[in-house]
């Protein structure tokens, strides 16, 4: 049984199917995917394991592969499971599921079970998405199907010259908050100056 069932998950690295599919199921189809987007404070963020992030509904994977910080589709291109609960190991994202494991750029560069276990395939992809890291913090490019070149072309990032100095002078200053609803309403909130007298009656010397 466990021969066969090897001999399964090696038919599987030659001829994964899924992960080209997966990224264009899991990204919006929209233009604000084209653009850069800060997911995560890096100041502080564990090196040593993946984590798991939310960007415009798509559930990504954050984590670093020794050289810079990488974001995948958090789903594995063998069975979609959630490459966020794996392991980073010799450079790589190793799924806890089978033990696959992706490159930096998103490519299987090892399945265990395979005889040839560096030879899976350029199928055997997970969505990459770019990414920069500037003001402590951590950009993501939406897009998964823009190259570097592509996305560095077609937007700077949203940052003041004052918001870069005040990084480089406290680079722990920042705070991240995850909030249960979206940033439609949330835009709404801080734009209605008109609330803060009543529900937010006595802090900070409101009446």
Not at 137 to 162: I, R
């Amino acid at each position: 049984r466990e021969g066969r069932e090897a001999s399964q998950l090696a038919a599987d690295a030659s001829a994964a199917e899924v992960s080209s599919d997966a990224p264009a199921q899991l990204r919006p189809q929209h233009e604000l995917a084209k653009a850069w987007w800060p997911v995560i404070l890096t100041h502080g963020l564990d090196r040593s394991r993946p984590h798991p992030v939310q960007l415009l509904g798509q559930s990504l994977v954050v984590w670093h592969d020794g050289a810079a910080w990488r974001c995948f589709a958090d789903a594995c291109a063998h069975r979609f499971a959630p490459l966020s609960e794996g392991r980073v190991e010799g450079g790589c994202l190793q799924c806890s599921y089978h033990g696959w494991s992706f490159d930096g750029g998103g490519g299987c560069a090892r399945v265990p079970q395979a005889q040839q276990p560096h030879a899976a395939g350029e199928r055997a992809r997970v969505g990459a998405f770019q990414t920069r890291e500037e003001a402590g913090m951590l950009w993501v490019w939406g897009d998964a199907a823009s190259t570097a070149a592509e996305a560095e072309a077609a937007l700077p990032l949203p940052l003041s010259p004052l918001l870069r100095q005040l990084c480089e002078r406290s680079p722990a200053a920042g705070f991240q908050r995850d909030l249960p609803y979206g940033y439609e309403l949330l835009g709404e909130n801080l734009l209605d100056v008109s609330h803060l007298p009543f529900s937010h009656h006595g802090v900070g010397g409101l009446a």
